[in-house]
């Protein structure tokens, strides 16, 4: 094991020095760089090479696809982490778990959620992304796309009941779209969830259409307005951290 991690602490030293040359550095360079005798540096480089992680041009190393994925992954997880932290902090400010999801690829994806063990979130006891007709995070994001995306998506997660309360058809949820008023919030009463109120706001996020929400058990339902004006108040400050989800 300690051969293992040695061999695996010069590959990173390696990757690094590699790293700091835009352009490229031959393997002696590297070597040296990396405090490593030239036998065991050429054989880790062509290890790296092999797995990608190196590429040889014109006789010099540079950094290889799966490099970047490396590195991609570093800087997604540090975007998700940002996320929730600024989740976290709205919703201390509101008192509600609180969600942020955007309109991808044709589909409602939630990005993250922060709840409490005495405020727990919404269970998604029904895909989010099938029933988004029903929620507020989902009328929300409908409400920012075209008639030509909206009827894309009724195309794939037809209209239909999911509690007594949820909006009898399509053209009942068209008329309540078209009548929102922009940058208003969206609210829905156990449409999704019996015993759940919930609340959305729609957040600016380049061409991409996003919404935070919040949601808190029926018999709370008469904060809801308030909490979701507090939530409104709190997002500006934060929106630049937010917008880091789109990349994710």
């Not at 835009?22 to 540096?41: D, I, N």
């Not at 919404?122 to 029933?131: G, K, L, M, P, S």
Request: net charge neutral; charged share 20%; hydrophobic share 40%.
């Amino acid at each position: 094991m300690p051969t293992l991690i040695g061999s695996v602490q010069r590959a990173l030293r390696l990757l690094e020095a590699a790293g700091s040359h835009r352009e490229g550095a031959p393997a002696k360079q590297l070597a040296r760089e990396a405090g490593l005798p030239l036998p065991t540096a050429y054989h880790l480089l062509r290890t790296l090479t092999h797995e990608g992680y190196l590429r040889r041009e014109s006789g010099v190393f540079v950094l290889g696809a799966a490099a970047g994925r490396l590195a991609g992954g570093g800087l997604q997880q540090k975007r998700r982490s940002m996320i929730l932290d600024s989740l976290a902090h709205f919703r201390d400010a509101v008192g509600a778990p609180v969600y942020f999801a955007v309109y991808r690829e044709g589909e409602i994806e939630v990005v993250g959620v922060s709840d409490t063990p005495s405020s727990p979130a919404c269970e998604e006891w029904a895909d989010f992304r099938a029933t988004g007709h029903a929620h507020a995070i989902g009328q929300c994001l409908l409400g920012q796309l075209d008639e030509k995306a909206r009827r894309d998506h009724y195309a794939r997660h037809p209209v239909e009941a999911v509690t007594p309360y949820t909006v009898a058809d399509l053209r009942s949820l068209e008329d309540r779209l078209g009548a929102m008023e922009r940058m208003q919030p969206v609210t829905e009463r156990q449409e999704y969830a019996l015993g759940t109120v919930c609340a959305a706001i729609p957040i600016t996020a380049g061409n991409t259409a996003a919404a935070m929400a919040i949601s808190l058990p029926l018999h709370q339902q008469g904060r809801l307005l308030y909490a979701v004006d507090r939530l409104r108040s709190e997002v500006g400050a934060l929106l630049n951290t937010l917008s880091f989800s789109i990349s994710i």
